[in-house]
Each structure stands twice: as C-alpha cells, then as structure tokens.
C-alpha cells in the first residue's frame, strides 16, 4: 500500500505538491460510472486501465473506483483519490464533469483527464471520442443490406452523444438506400438487459430487419439471434460472441493509447491541458471485423469509407444538409464544426418523431 | 402513423415470455407472504438466482441444471433471511433490504468469470397440432416449457392455498399466529418452508432472465424486477390469479409502449415510457374503489411462540 | 436445546453492547471473506472503520463528508420511522426525495440570475412542497379508496425518475450547456448555493436541518398527542380508532411529514453536494434511509447513530476500493452482512438465551 502522508490538515486548498521522485511509480487514478462487468463503456475504460499497466510496469501504479454514482459521490470520489497520491485522474462519464472541474481547483498539482465534457482547466484536459465516424460505416452497411428498409434503433437518453449517432447512422443509410426508414426507441436506460431484449423485440416484430444499438448490453445481440434474419453491431465492445451473424461489425471504444499517451506525458513532465476528440483516425474508435455476413461489395465501400474517415479525407457531416423541419443546415461541401456537433440537439431532414425532452 | 406494423399476435407471445421472470417472483413472494412474512430481499434472491443459474448452465451446458441449481441457490439464501427473522426475530424490512444488498454484491462476485459468456437456453416447445393452430398456436402454443411453468405454478399456488389442509394451516398462520400456534401448528417451521419457496421462485425468476429472456450474465442485470415483482404481490392483494393478471399487466404496459415507439407513435416519450407504472397504479385504484383486500393480519409481525 | 426467553425488561447492557458486538462479528466473518478474495482482512478492516475517521492522509477530508453523507440518511429516516411506527408503509422516499429536488431546483431557477436572499428560503420550501405533495398521492389514494400506499409510492419512485431524466434534457437544462443534460449548477450561483456553514465541516443546511429534524422527532413521539396518535395508531389500530384517533389524518401526516423531510433533503442535496439536477442525480438515498430508520429502532436518537454507520461503511468502503483494489461488489456485500448482524444480534436485547430444559410456553 502505497501511503505518502500528504495531507495531514483540512486545508485541503494547499494540497500535495507532487513531487515524484524519480523511483517512486506514478499513480493513474480511474473513476468509473458502472462496474467494471458491464461489458460495455465501463468495461472499455478498465481494459484501457489494464493495458496502462501492462504497458509500463512498475512504472506506474493504477487505481479506481467502479459504480460511483454522478453527483456528490463523485466528488468525494475524486478527491479521495487525489488525496490518495494519485498523479493523474481519468474521470470517464460526462456527469462527473462539474465535480472533477471542482476538484482539479483544489488540486492544482494533480493532472486530471474528464471524457466527454467540454469543461478545461489548466489541470483538466477533457478527451472525447468521434464514434458518430463509427455510426457512419454502420448506416452504411445497414443501408445497404436492409430488406425491409426498416432499422430500428435503441437509443438510451436524448442527449447530444446519442443523437449525433443517429443522424450520422442515417445520412449514410440514407445515401446508399433513399428508402430507408429509421426507427428509433427510447429505452430511458444506458443498461437494462431485459428492457433492451424487449425494445429490440418490439422493433423486429415492427418489420425492422436491422438493429443499431446505444445501449450497453449485448441482449438485443441476443433478441435478434433469436429472431433470425436481423442484423446488429456491436456497441462500446466487439460482441464477436455474436458473430458472424447477427453481428456483422461493431464500434469498439479503444482508450488504451490515449490513456497511455497521457500517463506518459505525466511521466515526462509534458503532461499540457487540452481538447480532444478523436476517431478512427487516431484509433480511439475502432471498427470490428466486418464478418462473412456482408456481401463482399458492401464490405469493400465500407472499409473504402472507413479509409476516407481514418484519413480526414471525408467528414460525415458534409453538406448539403438540411435539418429535420427541412431548413437548411450545411450548405454543399460545408462540412460541420465540432461546436454544433457537440451540442446536437435536432434530427436531420428524413428522421420521423420527435427528440423526446 | 401506423399501427398496422404491431402485431395483437406477436405482442402477446412477447408479453408471455418477458412477464415470466416477474411473475415466477411475485407468485413465491405472495406465498411467503401469506404466511405473515414480508421479504423485501426479492431483487437479491432473483440476482442470485441470475447468476447461479447461468454459471451451472455455463458449465453443465444444459439449461435445467441451471434452473435447478438457481432455485436451490437462492433458497438456501432465503433461509439466511428466514434464521434471522424467525429464529433471531430481526426486523423483516431491514432484514430483506439487507438481502438485497447482499445478494448484489454476492452475484457480482460470482459472476466476474462469466461476463461476456453465452449459456445453453431453452428450446421452444413444438407442441404439435396446438403449435400449428392459426393466431393462438404463435401467439400461446410456441414457448418455452418455463412459461408454462410458471403458469402451472400459480394454479397449483391457487390450489395448494384453497384446497389443502397445509394450504390453510399457512394462510391460518399468516392471518394470525398466536392462534395458528395455540391449535398446535408449527408457526416458525411454516413459515421457513414459505420463505424458502419464496427464494426458489425468485431463483427461478433470475435464472430465467439470465438463461433465456435476455440471455447473458451482466452485473446487476435484474435492473429492479424483485421491486417490481414486490409491487405486484401487492397490486393482486395476494390473490395467485391476480398476481398473473398483474406480472402480465406490467409486462403488457411495457411490451406494448416499446411497440407503439417502434411503430412512432406521436406520445411523448416521457410518458410511455413511464406508463407500464401508471397504469399500475390507476388499475390498483380502480379495483381497490371497488372494494378492499387487505394484507394477511400478521404480515411482517415477528412472532415468538411465548407471547 | 436452546429456546429464547422474553425478557420483563429490554436489556440495557444488550442494547449498547448488541451493536458492538454486531460489528465485532462482522469484523471477523467479513475478514474472512476479504481474506478468501486476496486482500489482507486486517487492513481491509482497518480501512473501513478505522480510516475514515483516523487515518491522517483522508480523514480531514472524509470525516466531514460522513455528515454529508449521513445527513439525508438521517432526514429522510426520521420521517420515515413515523409512518412505520404507525403501520404506514411509504417505501417510496426516493421519488419524493427526487421531487423536492425537481421542484425546489426549478423554484430557485426560475429566478436566475438574480441574487435575492430570498431564493435559497423559496427554493426549500418548494422542495419540501415538492415532496410532500409527491407524498400526498399515495395518502390520497389510501386515504380516499384503501389503496395500498406501499405498491403506489414504490411505482411513483419510477414515475419521478421519468420526469427527473425528462426535465434535465429539458426545461430544466442549463442553457448555457451546449445541449447536454443536466442544470446549471448551484454551487457556482450564491443565492441558490448550499455551502458548508463553516467552511470544511460538512456542516451544510440538510446537515442542519437532519439534527433539528432529529430532535423534532424526540419531542413529537415522547411529548406530544399526535406522536401518542401514531404510536397507538401501529400498535394497536382497534385501541387507536375508539380513542378517537382518526386514521386518515394519521396516514396524512405521517405520509406529508415523510414526503417534506425527503423532499428537503433532495433539495439540500441538489443545491449543496450534488450541484445540479442530472439524469442520474438520485442515487438510492430513499432505499437506503428505509434500513437506517429500522437498524435505529425507529427511533430518533438510534435512527442519527445508524445514520452515521451507515455513511461510515459507504465511506470506508470507497477508501477499501481505492486504497486495496477490492471490488465494488464486495462492499455491498460486507454492508449485507453488517446489517445481517446488526438485525439479528439485537434479539439479546429482548430476548434471552435459556439452555435446558423447555419450559411450557
């Protein structure tokens, strides 16, 4: 056990100065929203973990706490942990974005990392990832191999994450099939097998033979299995459990680099706070292998897709695009700035129903 | 709009089986009930249940083992809340609250090596000409034998209570104990036999969300079935029959608002997604304006035979 | 064999020493599992009771946070334990704790930016209307058709949980978040912020307000007509109804004092250590309370004791987490036993242990 007296009075204020003796291993601290066996987001971020230490040994000690919920756990979460001696802290859920901004005040000698958020310190970097290059390819593949020209989609909760990757999915549906119909459920949930067993259910049984999922569990995996004839993508994780059929590929998140680049940093002493959002390009969004399942043509244009995504040759917002009440939002060629992604709360032109609110 | 895509049919075989899980809970649940014990440790014993069920049928690579050793797993926990309450006469609410807890945090321990893992499930049964029926054959005669099971259960629960001698000692010691025990009935030993049934049931329950509803093993993958389950008990007014009509209400609710989303049905989403509770709650009202069916006299009383 | 014998008398020895001896056994039986997972069972051990408290490198820190944590515990158990005393079975605190939140957030924010000292006294009598109102649907029910209020107030719990995952992708959304959900946060505007009194002790308003609350309760049960009303309301309805108690107004206030207490406590939450209404703001605060009001005998002073160990064992076990890697799940699993042994133990207080011969009963 690793106990540095750091801290012996309640000012908290003046904390630790970390000064890291050149044999002492620097500590990475992981803050986790879900436990770790969710086999999806919160199960990434370990594997990440896992990997930092593979990757350095005894030069680095990890720690973290699974299941801390948004709100003041996760404050007291944090601060414990800095307390504890960590050097870095990655806090890996947007809901812990006013709290870790809250604690990298009262530590200014710690680094901290927060992914999805958009709020920086000079000690607070936040790192987010482009999964919506990821939900392109998958519009495409399901655009293309859908029958009914109906996909379903199980969506967890309104926020801009999820509807970017709905609009994205669809932009790519839509160009290689201008049928497509688009389907989407509001499961209200980030993880409730049932529920989402249930939700794929209901839209197989609607005459969607396609099933896109942004919640975290592999049991729509498992409902269209079941039902035969639908096909799925793996979401945060392969689910290659489920392959070939019904998954036919997946978005896998892969923070191990990252966190690596960034504990690296700590090491050398060139940790700098900054704003990142990476996709396939920088390999924090991977593609699972595209399986048999896939006609031969429709894997060729999507990995030739993937290619132009990896290289910044193609963004998947490239006008024209107009917004669901039909005006205009990107002119030809104008492709859309990183701001109003963020911050996306309308449906392209095509989509059906409301975002709910 | 279209609701032409939802099918009456379909949705009725979606409903039978994603009520099962909660119906298997609420019908062992009632029974403990009635015989004066509140065990609010349902969500625990389920996940218990989930969890032993799908690493035996993992391992065994048949799904009945798994049932079985579910049922047994999460009955011998049971009977930890069952030595506590009725022998040491601890609190029965607190007691089953700390079940739920324990019983989470145990399944999450147990299942670490299993995460990720595919389980043997059950077939559908082919029940012949009666399979083959139009409309009922697909929408009634096409599940797997633990839904018809778990309906056989709640008659032979309705039996059991209604018709036989033990059926009645249990529901005389559930109505009144002192009484149950001046006749010379065995109170305790009634009531430990009720609770372990209890906990099989709700075994049964979890393993069947782990082994066929969902099927997969993921901590805390229960997401509140034993709440739900709990909540049901109540809305039949510990009447077995009732307490299908209610697991298959909710699940109805469920199933059905998940459909009219797929099928984009204008209703904001805030709603339906908050109707299978609604709708609970106003049918609760409804039946109990009509007259009330109150709780066993002795539920959740702690009994000591000196009293 | 061995048969339990009432006592005339509680134990007074057995009810201080039950709880000692409780945790002594939980010392032991949980050492035992931490030991069967890899992890030293002494330093697990040390860690979860010793170190919150003592340990020189947290304990600055995390004692205060003990009161954080413990105060909506204790607050919405004390309202609580009413409605038990009196065979009132709201379980579901978690939604009105949801809905003082939502509705003393929302009081307070319809008035942003303004810097009235009138907002913070607004926003917390919202929160308790927010909850006792919530409250009041079950009461209503039971009240007016016999409903079981125990089925209306659990499903109610989800319902909020609806309307609380509805209004912060919507109407109560910062507008300056970019289309994230979730509030603005109190703790960066003063009026509606609730700080520590005194800067580092914890000591906020619900911390405050959970020790009044405390007190409140003493007086009511042991001095005051309605605290008679509800205790004989419980222990024996019949007795209760001819003395002239009516039931109604019993269910009422025991059903409005629960819901306000929980919705303060929500607000004081929302407003002070949380900050901000989210998605996933409630985090099981109104299940929890239920065990603390029965593991405090549903008594004031016990229910502030419970209180404290339970924040004790939350924050002890984070430290346990964070300090030896052990998992998440095995906390949880120690607290179920702690509570196992806290419940069962205490039937020496009560009872007695007779070995021989039985006599008739």
Redo the contacts between chains.
């Keep these: 056990m690793n106990r540095r007296t750091l801290l012996a009075s309640a000012a908290i204020a003046l904390a630790a100065p970390a000064a890291m003796a050149q044999d002492e291993p620097v500590k990475a601290g992981f803050i986790y929203v879900g436990p770790i066996g969710d086999g999806g987001w919160t199960y990434e971020h370990d594997k990440a973990r896992l990997a930092v230490e593979e990757h350095f040994g005894d030069q680095v000690e990890t720690v973290y706490q699974e299941s801390v919920p948004e709100g003041a756990d996760a404050q007291r979460a944090i601060t414990q942990m800095a307390l504890s001696g960590a050097d870095i802290i990655f806090t890996t859920s947007f809901g812990f974005m006013d709290p870790t901004v809250e604690v990298a005040s009262k530590f200014p000698d710690v680094m901290f990392e927060h992914a999805t958020g958009y709020k920086t310190a000079d000690n607070l970097s936040t790192y987010s990832a482009r999964f919506y290059e990821g939900r392109a390819i998958q519009g495409h593949i399901a655009g293309s191999m859908t029958e009914t020209n109906k996909i379903g989609y199980i969506a967890s909760f309104p926020i801009p994450e999820v509807i970017r990757g709905i609009n994205s999915a669809y932009l790519h549906a839509k160009e290689v099939n201008p049928d497509v119909e688009f389907n989407i459920v509001w499961a209200y949930t980030w993880f409730d097998p049932a529920k989402e067993a249930d939700a794929a259910r209901a839209l197989i049984e609607n005459g969607n033979d396609v099933i896109l999922q942004h919640t975290d569990s592999t049991a729509p995996q498992a409902a269209a299995q079941e039902a035969g004839d639908v096909i799925t993508f793996g979401q945060a994780s392969d689910m290659s459990e489920y392959a070939p059929s019904p998954r036919v590929s997946s978005i896998i998140d892969n923070w191990a680099p990252y966190y690596i680049d960034r504990v690296q940093a700590v090491i050398d002493g060139s940790w700098e706070s900054q704003q990142v959002w990476h996709g396939i390009g920088e390999g924090m969004v991977e593609i699972g292998e595209i399986s048999d399942a896939v006609p031969e043509e429709v894997r060729t244009s999507a990995l030739e897709l993937k290619e132009r995504l990896a290289s910044g040759e193609y963004h998947p917002f490239t006008g024209p695009i107009n917004r669901q009440d039909g005006s205009a939002w990107l002119a030809e060629g104008e492709v859309a700035d990183d701001e109003t992604l963020l911050g996306m709360d309308f449906y392209v032109e095509g989509l059906t129903g409301e975002i709910p609110n | 709009m279209d609701f032409g895509?939802?099918?009456l049919v379909?949705?009725v075989a979606?409903v039978m089986v994603?009520a099962t899980?909660i119906l298997l809970a609420a019908i062992g649940e009632m029974v403990v009930e009635r015989s004066g014990v509140l065990n609010?440790g349902v969500e625990?014993m389920m996940i218990t249940g989930a969890v032993v069920g799908f690493a035996v049928g993992v391992n065994t690579g048949s799904a009945w083992p798994g049932f079985a050793a579910a049922a047994l797993a999460s009955a011998v926990l049971s009977l930890?809340f069952g030595v506590?309450t009725q022998l040491?006469?601890?609190?029965q609410?607190?007691?089953g609250?700390?079940?739920?807890?324990?019983?989470?945090?145990?399944?999450?321990?147990i299942?670490?090596p299993y995460?990720?893992?595919?389980s043997p499930t059950l077939p559908k049964l082919d029940l012949g000409p009666l399979s083959d029926i139009p409309v009922l054959g697909r929408m009634v005669f096409s599940h797997d034998l633990m839904v018809y099971l778990s309906l056989a259960l709640v008659a032979a629960v309705w039996a059991f209570l209604k018709f036989t001698r033990a059926g009645l000692i249990l529901r005389a010691a559930g109505e009144n104990h002192d009484a149950a025990h001046a006749l010379g009935y065995k109170v305790v030993r009634i009531r430990l036999a009720a609770i372990a049934f209890g906990g099989a049931c709700a075994g049964l329950g979890g393993a069947y969300?782990s082994l066929v509803?969902?099927?997969?093993w993921?901590?805390?993958?229960?997401?509140?079935?034993g709440?739900i389950a709990?909540?049901i008990v109540?809305?039949a007014?510990w009447r077995p029959w009732w307490v299908l009509v209610g697991a298959y209400l909710f699940g109805g609710v469920?199933?059905l608002q998940?459909?009219l989303?797929?099928?984009?049905a204008?209703v904001?989403?805030?709603i339906l997604?908050?109707s299978p509770?609604?709708v609970?709650?106003l049918v609760?009202?409804v039946i109990?304006?009509r007259g009330?069916h109150g709780?066993p006299a002795s539920l959740g009383r702690p009994f000591?035979?000196?009293? | 064999m061995i048969t339990l014998e009432k006592r005339p008398q509680p134990s007074r020895t057995w009810t201080f020493l039950a709880p000692v001896a409780a945790v002594l056994l939980t010392m032991i039986v949980g050492g035992a599992m931490f030991a069967l997972l890899g992890t030293d069972p002494v330093a697990a051990i040390r860690t979860i009771f010793w170190d919150p408290l003592f340990n020189p490198q947290f304990a600055s820190y995390s004692r205060p946070q003990l009161l954080v944590k413990a105060g909506p515990l204790i607050l919405i158990a004390i309202g609580l334990s009413l409605g038990f005393r009196a065979g009132v079975w709201n379980i579901g605190a978690e939604g009105q704790y949801i809905m003082g939140a939502i509705c003393g957030a929302g009081a307070g924010l319809m008035f942003y930016p303004s810097e009235s000292v009138l907002i913070f006294p607004l926003m917390i009598l919202a929160g308790a209307l927010g909850g006792w109102a919530w409250a009041m649907i079950p009461a209503f029910f039971k009240t007016r058709f016999g409903t079981n209020e125990i089925l209306v107030s659990l499903m109610l719990v989800y319902v909020a949980e609806s309307i609380l995952a509805s209004v912060s992708s919507g109407l109560l959304r910062n507008p300056e978040g970019r289309g994230f959900p979730g509030s603005r946060n109190f703790q960066q505007w003063d009026a509606g912020a609730n700080r520590d009194l005194v800067a580092g002790t914890g000591m906020h308003w619900g911390v405050v307000a959970a020790f009044i609350a405390v007190i409140l309760a003493y007086v009511l049960l042991t001095r005051h007509i309605q605290g008679f009303n509800i205790r004989l309301s419980g222990e024996a309805p019949r007795a209760a109804r001819f003395s002239g108690v009516n039931p109604a107004r019993v269910v009422i206030f025991c059903l409005g004092t629960a819901g306000a207490l929980a919705g303060l406590a929500g607000l004081f939450e929302v407003s002070g250590p949380a900050g901000q209404i989210s998605i996933d703001f409630n985090s099981g605060y109104g299940f929890t309370a239920i065990i603390v009001a029965f593991l405090g005998r549903l008594h004031p002073v016990g229910i502030l004791l419970a209180g404290l160990l339970m924040a004790l064992t939350y924050i002890g076990g984070e430290l346990a987490q964070l300090m030896l890697s052990v998992p998440g799940a095995s906390i949880q699993l120690f607290q179920g036993m702690l509570l196992f042994f806290l419940l069962g133990v205490d039937v020496f207080t009560n009872y007695r242990l007779r070995i021989g011969k039985r006599e008739a009963a």
Excluded: C, D
């Design positions: 895509s939802i099918s379909l949705l979606s994603s899980p609010l625990g930890t506590l040491f006469l601890s609190n609410v607190a007691t609250l700390g079940l739920t807890l324990f019983g989470l945090g145990l399944s999450a321990l299942g670490k995460e990720g893992m595919k969300l509803r969902v099927p997969q993921t901590e805390g993958m229960t997401a509140g079935a709440w709990l909540a109540v809305f007014s469920t199933v998940l459909n989303q797929a099928a984009g204008q904001p989403v805030a997604s908050a509770y609604l609970t709650i609760l009202v109990s304006a009330v709780a000591h035979a000196s009293q």
